[in-house]
């Protein structure tokens, strides 16, 4: 246990819906990361947040997906009208936002869109 | 061409053998890590490097900065060492943008 959580661990949901993840990251990281890994592959950024303000985000995250950290402590991830491709490990990372600080990965969310 | 990659992808070993993974990288970077992933996804951090070699246990990770190359070797390797190892790098002005290897999966068999 890495001190990150993230809830719900499992999500399957039918194409077109909305969902919604949760990070709890080790609470005095600064830095919260988010990312996709789809089986087979290595995890990919998606943004990342420096306390509130979301900093960066990738071009794979499209306009249905949003990112919020709203007291700088936990963050949600959502994607509205999700599609068969969103089907992904999501994880979470955090770090205390020093310079050549590791990250802390959470367990994921594993999405599964029907 | 993958920014990162790894060699090999999979690994099969015989309990206390030597194993060594390979990782290249083409981009300008400010750290590299090395991740064991386990099947049930989580990942752990084993190493960030910016140079010259770490240990760690029976974990020993390397880098060549004018390489661009960086191996992870395990030595003693046991049945619990069975993941999925990644190489990951830190693009230069981001530690937090990491771009990920497609890992290597390793089976160490009693």
């Known amino acids: 246990d890495t001190g990150v959580s993230q809830n719900p661990r499992h999500k399957i949901t039918k194409r077109g819906q909305n969902v919604t993840f949760r990070c709890d990251p080790i609470?005095?990281?600064?830095?919260l990361i988010w990312y996709r890994q789809t089986l087979g592959q290595g995890p990919e950024f998606l943004t990342y947040f420096q306390n509130e303000a979301q900093l960066e985000k990738s071009r794979l995250l499209s306009d249905r997906f949003s990112a919020e950290r709203p007291k700088g402590s936990f963050s949600t991830l959502e994607i509205q009208r999700t599609e068969q491709g969103d089907s992904a490990m999501y994880l979470c990372?955090?770090?205390?936002?020093?310079?050549?600080?590791?990250?802390?990965f959470g367990p994921g969310t594993r999405l599964l869109v029907l | 061409k993958n920014e990162v990659e790894q060699s090999p992808q999979n690994l099969t070993a015989q309990e206390g053998e030597f194993i060594t993974i390979n990782c290249s990288y083409s981009?300008?970077?400010?750290?590299l890590h090395w991740l064991q992933q386990h099947p049930g996804g989580g990942i752990v951090s084993l190493f960030m490097l910016s140079s010259g070699k770490k240990k760690h246990g029976r974990l020993i990770a390397t880098i060549n900065i004018q390489e661009k190359h960086s191996s992870l070797h395990i030595t003693a390797s046991h049945p619990r060492d069975s993941a999925v190892y990644i190489c990951a790098v830190s693009l230069v002005g981001s530690y937090d943008k990491v771009i990920f290897g497609p890992g290597t999966s390793l089976s160490v068999i009693p």
């Open positions: 981009v300008g970077i400010s750290a």
């Open positions: 990372a955090s770090s205390l936002g020093l310079a050549r600080e590791t990250q802390y």
């Open positions: 609470s005095e990281h600064n830095r």
